[in-house]
């Protein structure tokens, strides 16, 4: 058995391409993959391509990989992205959060041109989203162009809690005022559990 590949933050890999691809605790940059973290190197074959990963020793860190679930919280909105602060990765939360960004053409899966930020997630909505491929450390972006992703918390302009009336539109459950979102269509828990 060969000793583990020690790495640190930053270091280079390996080339990324068709055979080798970036996974858990590494990110892509012109062409290489490099390390995001200080510990071993593990490389998984899966479907023939060798997926490279970073892993810690001890203590577990929770980073968000490319394809997690994410729960963010909006912070500021222009007219091209969102930025946000990830709370959650999967059912894990996190001890600080980390910036990420939800771009305009990252919102829908369909008519991306016509999306607009103001009326798709709005600062302080609680979102889940899906982590896209990471191009650089500690730079992540965002996706919610499926269904299940989008706004689930929101609260209208006066702090009220908002309800989902349809995909695309939130209601304050006091003044009853509609605001426009990108709804997260939610899949309750017990959707599968047979009732007794």
Request: aromatic share 6%; glycine share 4%; with cysteine.
């Given at each position: 058995m060969t000793e583990p590949l020690i790495c640190l933050p930053g270091q280079r890999l390996c080339l990324c391409g068709k055979v080798y691809t970036s996974g858990q605790g590494t990110y892509e940059r012109q062409g290489y993959i490099y390390s995001q973290l200080a510990g071993y190197v593990d490389i998984i074959e899966k479907d023939g391509v060798k997926i490279v990963e970073v892993h810690t020793s001890g203590e577990k860190t929770v980073v968000p990989a490319q394809g997690d679930i994410v729960t963010a919280q909006v912070s500021v909105i222009t007219q091209q992205y969102a930025k946000c602060f990830i709370k959650c990765v999967g059912d894990a939360v996190l001890r600080r959060p980390l910036r990420a960004v939800?771009?305009?053409?990252?919102?829908?899966?369909?008519?991306?041109?016509?999306?607009?930020?103001?009326?798709?997630?709005?600062?302080?909505?609680?979102?889940?989203?899906?982590?896209?491929?990471?191009?650089?450390?500690?730079?992540?972006?965002?996706?919610?162009?499926?269904?299940?992703?989008?706004?689930?918390?929101?609260?209208?302009?006066?702090?009220?809690?908002?309800?989902?009336?349809?995909?695309?539109?939130?209601?304050?459950?006091?003044?009853?005022?509609?605001?426009?979102?990108?709804?997260?269509?939610?899949?309750?828990?017990?959707?599968?559990?047979?009732?007794?």
């Open positions: 939800l771009r305009r053409e990252d919102v829908r899966a369909t008519e991306k041109d016509k999306v607009e930020i103001y009326k798709s997630v709005r600062p302080g909505d609680i979102i889940l989203a899906r982590v896209l491929p990471i191009t650089e450390a500690h730079n992540y972006q965002l996706s919610t162009a499926e269904n299940e992703l989008g706004v689930v918390i929101a609260h209208s302009e006066h702090g009220h809690p908002m309800i989902p009336i349809s995909w695309t539109d939130m209601q304050c459950s006091k003044t009853f005022v509609k605001e426009p979102r990108k709804v997260a269509k939610v899949v309750p828990e017990s959707f599968n559990q047979e009732t007794t």
